[in-house]
């Protein structure tokens, strides 16, 4: 025997040789919860983990703890994760915990958690990387069910915030692993459709495992990877997905990602007015400080000395008048006309407007018929006049040849 070890020293050493084992640095450990202690003083939770031959004993610090969103109980059976050490005091081999699940479901947060720090460390969540959505979008695509509410509701809200905006829904999967192929699928189409300019990817909320579909590392980089900016919309306040993190922007529900992206048109007509107004106000007050500096002129003391040297003095004084005048009203005008293309270009867009005048649109499950689109018999339309809504079955349908065709 070459070396004696203090009680002290030895404990040290084997300390030491678990901690540098890199399959005890970060372990997920299932087992029944029993002598559980929540430590009064401290609030740190003291537990045995055991399963039908063994036990470890276990110790999770209030720092870590306190952001457990349940309380652990003497039977309840957890996935613990943490590392493995010694407490050198009474050579207690342990293990200490950074994390707890409840069974079942504890195997799927555990995933989640490892996703989120990877995608996280390798940059997916970073600030930086998120793009800024456009002012003023006119065409949105969305990655939804085609007969989800989800989709009702953005429909609804952009008719009543921004009515001239278009959208282009690419029907996916919303629900279950199934799913995640026809995500990525939607989510590709419309990040190629040049026109679109931003990306809403939406589900109706519902429970945790039904939203987990967007917790899938190969949608999370779909989302990363896309040119136009994305806003994610899967489920409530409190529930975040791995999608949340990565999008450029994160909505609670389909609705809120609606108003997230298209402005108010009831705010832009008043901005518009707000503008004419000071354009206004501002042309008035140049106006009235030019005519005041000329009536300066002509009152002062050497303006009458020089008005009987020449006349020509007072025609070019009245030249400027003009021309101040001239300019004013070029500019009131041009500004003017600016502010009407304007207004008339988001009246034109608006296809209440089309409605107005006797016409009338065409719908074929939920989305616009396009002049080009086929309808055959039997088909289930919607026509939307300016009054009424009507649900219609084709009874026959022709083919309509333009004119100079064969």
């Known amino acids: 025997m070459d070396k004696v070890f203090t009680v002290t020293s030895l404990n040290n050493y084997t300390k030491s040789l678990l901690e540098e084992d890199y399959n005890l640095a970060d372990v997920a450990v299932e087992g029944e919860i029993s002598n559980f202690v929540n430590h009064y003083k401290s609030g740190h939770y003291y537990l045995a983990l055991k399963d039908e031959n063994a036990l470890i004993k276990t110790v999770m610090f209030s720092s870590y703890n306190r952001k457990l969103s349940f309380v652990p109980q003497n039977g309840m059976k957890v996935i613990v994760r943490g590392k493995v050490s010694i407490y050198e005091r009474d050579g207690t081999y342990q293990l200490y915990a950074t994390d707890m699940f409840q069974s079942g479901i504890g195997l799927k947060h555990l995933a989640f958690e490892k996703l989120k720090e990877k995608l996280f460390a390798e940059g997916l969540f970073d600030e930086k990387h998120k793009k800024q959505l456009p002012e003023y979008p006119f065409t949105v695509g969305v990655a939804t069910s085609a007969t989800g509410a989800a989709l009702q509701d953005i429909i609804s809200v952009t008719q009543r915030r921004f009515p001239c905006a278009k959208l282009i829904v690419a029907p996916c999967g919303v629900q279950g692993d199934a799913s995640k192929e026809s995500i990525i699928k939607a989510v590709t189409k419309l990040d190629n459709t040049e026109e679109v300019e931003v990306i809403i990817i939406a589900r109706g909320g519902g429970s945790k ?198």
């Not at 009831?266 to 042309?283: A, C, G, P, T």
């Not at 400027?320 to 207004?343: C, D, F, P, R, V």
């Not at 016409?359 to 309808?375: G, H, M, T, W």
């Open 209 to 406: 495992e039904d939203m987990w579909v967007f917790n899938d590392e190969d949608i999370a980089r779909c989302a990363f990877a896309c040119k136009k900016p994305t806003v994610s919309a899967v489920g409530h306040e409190i529930d975040w997905t791995i999608l949340d993190y990565v999008c450029d922007k994160r909505a609670a529900t389909p609705t809120a990602a609606a108003e997230i992206v298209f402005p108010d048109i009831r705010d832009l007509n008043f901005r518009i007015m707000k503008y004419e107004e000071n354009i206004s106000e501002n042309v008035k007050g140049k106006i009235e400080r030019y005519s005041e500096k000329l009536d300066y002129i002509k009152n002062s003391k050497g303006f009458n000395n020089i008005k009987t040297v020449s006349a020509q003095s007072a025609d070019k004084l009245n030249y400027y008048h003009k021309a101040i005048n001239s300019a004013m009203e070029i500019k009131i005008k041009g500004n003017t006309q600016k502010l009407q293309y304007l207004a008339d270009k988001i009246e034109n867009n608006n296809p209440l407007s089309t409605l107005k005048k006797g016409y009338s649109l065409i719908f074929k499950d939920d989305v616009p018929v396009k002049a080009d689109e086929k309808i055959n018999k039997n088909d289930k339309i919607t026509v939307r006049t300016h009054s009424q809504v009507l649900s219609c079955t084709v009874d026959s349908a022709k083919t309509v040849r333009k004119k100079g065709t064969i």
